[in-house]
């Protein structure tokens, strides 16, 4: 889906802001926006300076590739500086209405609110069109791939062998290349969130994707 949004920049010669599942943690903005490279990811363990965002897209931006795709996680964080209060032109108003927010850092929730965020601030600090698409639990739907397949299988094989071996209490993960069997007091009543020092972080910065701010 996310092919299709950045195909669909490249044709229109926009900006493409996309928001995606992550209310929480942005392991899933981070590894679909790795897999399409994605100009910029958003994600709530890295507040982003969209000024810098905006810095990113107009040196990535050119008459040769005159468009760009920003993945954004529904719960990412900004962070506000004092910014220019030059009045916007009645255009560049009218399109963003949230150009005058409250300052401070604050967290996007509701669906949909991300991606617009985004775009209509962007507009202000780029001549580009932006525009938002909201992907959300869309991504949910469609076809299992062969992958969705075999892991799906490998779950359910997983837990009768568990059940065989009079394990009790447990949840069947995947921690490649094997299926592990951790205890439910270890997977429930914690969220998992991207570390700073994550490979994925580290292969997002080797492939020139900016994720908010300078790390």
């Known amino acids: 889906m996310l092919e299709k949004a950045r195909q669909g920049a490249q044709s229109a010669r926009k900006i493409a802001v996309v928001e995606v599942l992550g209310e929480q943690t942005g392991w899933l903005a981070l590894q679909a926006g790795i897999a399409v490279c994605a100009d910029a990811v958003l994600i709530p363990e890295i507040p982003c300076d969209l000024d810098g965002v905006a810095a990113r897209l107009k040196e990535k931006m050119s008459p040769r590739r005159p468009y760009g795709l920003v993945v954004v996680a529904e719960g990412a964080k900004f962070i506000d500086k004092e910014q220019d209060q030059a009045k916007p032109s009645a255009l560049k108003a009218?399109?963003?209405?949230?150009?005058?927010?409250?300052?401070?850092?604050?967290?996007?929730?509701?669906?949909?609110?991300?991606?617009?965020?985004?775009?209509?601030?962007?507009?202000?600090?780029?001549?580009?069109?932006?525009?938002?698409?909201v992907l959300g639990p869309w991504t949910r739907g469609g076809s299992p791939t062969a992958v969705d397949r075999q892991l799906?299988?490998?779950?359910?094989?997983?837990?009768?062998?568990?059940?065989?071996?009079?394990?009790?209490?447990?949840?069947?993960?995947?921690?490649?290349?094997?299926?592990?069997?951790?205890?439910?007091?270890?997977a429930i009543n914690k969220v998992r969130t991207v570390p700073a020092d994550s490979l994925f972080v580290k292969i997002a910065q080797s492939l020139g994707i900016f994720l908010g701010r300078e790390l």
């Open 94 to 133: 009218s399109l963003s209405p949230l150009a005058t927010g409250e300052a401070g850092e604050h967290v996007i929730q509701r669906s949909g609110l991300a991606a617009e965020t985004v775009a209509t601030r962007l507009q202000l600090l780029i001549a580009e069109e932006t525009y938002p698409l």
């Open 152 to 186: 799906g299988l490998a779950y359910g094989a997983a837990a009768v062998q568990a059940i065989k071996a009079g394990k009790n209490g447990v949840m069947v993960s995947f921690m490649p290349p094997d299926m592990k069997f951790v205890p439910l007091a270890e």
